[in-house]
Every structure is written in C-alpha cells, then in structure tokens.
C-alpha cells in the first residue's frame, strides 16, 4: 500500500469556553504524540491550513481551525526526529533546534553482553571525529563521573560524526569487570559495525567471555541482520532478492566495499513495506524497504 501523512482538520465548535479547553486537552495530546511520531500542527483559517508547505518529513499534518492559542499557550513544534520508544527522550539545546546528535541508549544489559542502539550521525571508526579523545584516554584513570557526563554532551552536540566507542567506553569502562570495553584490541567491546548514516542495536561485549561469545555469533552468522531502508522511487516489483559478488579488497583504505566480479557471492532478500509521497508540490515518492 502507499502511505502518505495523515492530514486532520479538527473544529472546536464556536469558540468559546469550552472549545478552549478542548483544545488545551488536544495540545496537550499532540504534544505527547510528537515524541513518537513527527506530527506537525497548524492553527486558523482553512487556507493556511492548505497553503502549508512542511520542511520536515510529517507522519501526522493537524489543523485546528477557527482557533489560535491564548498567550501562553503555544503549538507544539516538530522535534528533529522522533525518538525510539524505548530510549530516554531526545537531547536537545536549550531553544530546540534540530541538528543535534541523538544520543545511544542501552537496550539489554545483562553484565557481560550489551545490547547499544546506535542512533545515525554516530561511527564505528576511531580514527576520524572524537577517536583522538579515545587513543588518548587512560583506561586505568578514567575521568569523574562529570567530566564524562559533559564528554557526552559535548559529543551530542558537535557538528562532525561521533565515535560509538567513546561513548561505549565513558558508559561502561568504570565497571571493574568491562574488561572487553577498556581493552583496544578488542575493539572496546564492539562486536560489529554500522555505517554512521545506519541507525539500530548493536552488541558490545563488557566482559572477556561475553566479547568473544557475541564476536561468534556474529563470525558463525547466528545473529540475524535485518534492516530497513527508506529510498527513493517506487519498486515495480513488492519482493526480490539482489545477488551480487562483494569485493572487500580495498576496505582497510577506503572504509568501503564494491560489486565487482572479484567478490564473494552474496545476497539479500527485500520486501517493499510501505511506500511514502511527500506533501510538497513534487510528491516526491519514496519506498520503505525491508532487507
């Protein structure tokens, strides 16, 4: 099926009172659902309502017509993204700007594996970005637990990708048993990769046993990768599977892999989930694919 954003137009009677309070009650509603949903909120005439052109991607357009806020009553204001429903909600700046770096949240914790959700804008490469500040942090000392807290805050906010490892190793390394997290060559108990646009869980390993038994299961392939991607245009065809050889010789340089004939033989099976038509004047349409 196509999805397009869900457009409301919702009436509050004459004006009066009650419409007031009703519609304190429905901002109040919309403010929670924003966190969840980018959900964009209008209010006046119909032919503002219908004039409106949306920056921002909306899952949810509302208008509340013939009603404007009653000082200090504001709108609610589209948040940068929306968060995952099981992290702490979104880091922002004092005025709510959009840009600012989601931070990771611990999905699964059990002392010796971690599950981390990696939100995009965050690298799994040490060299570049903040992996200076991780080479040259003593594991033996590490800073209070202030200094770590503004470390955090800082790399949320700074304008270049930053390093998941940083954060692994400020999150977990002053656990006397994450052996796994303070050690480089263990890649600081990362077990895997993602690129910095992906976002999704990733396995870190805190203890020695927990690194190599999550590093196995990803080795053996008993850890199953699914992911969803939002692309441009429409697919004529709902399912496939895309085969192709994927060379990896030039990885270590170029942080990249190729399709080349030179690769190994490898697969991958998508489904189109949805589709999605943006709100502007060029219905720009995109395809929500799951592989």
């Given at each position: 099926q196509r999805f397009?954003?869900?457009?409301?137009?919702?009436?509050?009677?004459?004006?009066?009172?009650?419409?007031?309070?009703?519609?304190?009650?429905?901002?109040?509603?919309?403010?929670?659902?924003?966190?969840?949903?980018?959900?964009h909120v209008t209010s006046?005439?119909?032919?503002?309502?219908?004039?409106?052109?949306?920056?921002?991607?909306?899952?949810?357009?509302?208008?509340?017509?013939?009603?404007?806020?009653?000082?200090?009553?504001?709108l609610p204001t589209?948040?940068?993204?929306?968060?995952?429903?099981f992290s702490e909600p979104l880091q922002t700046t004092e005025s709510g700007s959009a840009g600012v770096r989601q931070l990771p949240c611990v999905l699964f914790d059990d002392g010796g594996v971690a599950i981390v959700y990696k939100p995009a804008g965050w690298t799994c490469s040490g060299e570049r970005g903040d992996g200076s500040i991780l080479s040259h942090m003593n594991m033996a000392r590490l800073p209070p637990e202030a200094v770590r807290k503004k470390m955090v805050h800082d790399m949320a906010r700074k304008s270049e990708h930053a390093c998941i490892k940083t954060w692994i190793v400020?999150?977990?390394?002053?656990?006397?048993?994450?052996?796994?997290?303070?050690?480089?060559?263990?890649?600081?108990?990362?077990?895997?990769r993602l690129d910095v646009g992906t976002s999704g869980p990733m396995l870190v390993g805190r203890t020695s046993e927990g690194y190599e038994h999550a590093k196995s299961q990803i080795r053996d392939r008993d850890a199953v990768k699914d992911y969803l991607a939002l692309v441009h245009g429409r697919f004529e065809q709902q399912r496939g599977t895309c085969r192709a050889p994927i060379d990896r010789s030039n990885y270590e340089a170029e942080r990249r892999v190729r399709v080349h004939a030179s690769g190994q033989p490898s697969s991958?099976?998508?489904?189109?989930?949805?589709?999605?038509e943006s709100t502007d004047a060029h219905r720009t349409p995109y395809s929500l694919v799951h592989c």
């Open positions: 397009t954003p869900l457009r409301l137009r919702l009436g509050l009677g004459d004006g009066g009172a009650e419409a007031q309070i009703d519609a304190r009650e429905l901002v109040d509603a919309l403010q929670d659902l924003r966190e969840t949903s980018h959900v006046g005439s119909d032919a503002k309502f219908k004039s409106s052109s949306f920056t921002s991607k909306s899952n949810c357009a509302v208008h509340i017509c013939g009603w404007e806020p009653m000082p200090p009553m504001k589209i948040l940068p993204h929306a968060r995952p429903f400020l999150a977990f390394a002053c656990d006397k048993d994450a052996v796994a997290v303070r050690d480089p060559e263990a890649n600081h108990g990362l077990c895997h991958t099976i998508w489904e189109v989930v949805a589709e999605y």
